[in-house]
């Protein structure tokens, strides 16, 4: 079973900075794609930040220039550092991966449990 575990949500003024971490674990052969997608009260979830295991990188364009997404594959973490931070940042966080645990190579879909970041003014 794999496990996506994340960390660093709270509660922040306008202008701050948060760093997220979301950390894999369990049974994993590969990870390709690591991201992260965010959810607002009454909204839809939304890409913020995705990047492949080769390393580029894709941002929604509400965040470019303000979040920087990175990871470490010796340990199976992705990071989003947050910056210049907005209320209409306010979301529940949620970790994303596609993970394979075999040689089979079959990737699968997993999601974290959710990090709450709230942004005052």
């Known amino acids: 079973q794999v496990q996506l575990v994340e960390s660093g949500g709270g509660l922040v003024q306008a202008g701050g900075s948060l760093r997220l971490s979301c950390a894999a674990s369990g049974s994993i052969f590969a990870i390709d794609t690591m991201g992260w997608y965010r959810q607002a009260p009454g909204k839809e979830r939304e890409l913020v930040a995705i990047m492949p295991s080769g390393g580029s990188t894709n941002y929604a364009d509400s965040v470019k220039g303000r979040f920087t997404i990175s990871r470490d594959n010796t340990k199976n973490t992705v990071y989003l550092q947050m910056n210049s931070l907005k209320p209409e940042d306010t979301a529940v966080y949620y970790c994303?991966?596609?993970?394979?645990?075999?040689?089979?190579?079959?990737?699968?879909?997993?999601w974290g449990q959710g990090t709450l970041v709230t942004v005052s003014s």
């Open positions: 994303n991966a596609e993970v394979a645990i075999s040689l089979r190579l079959k990737f699968h879909e997993v």
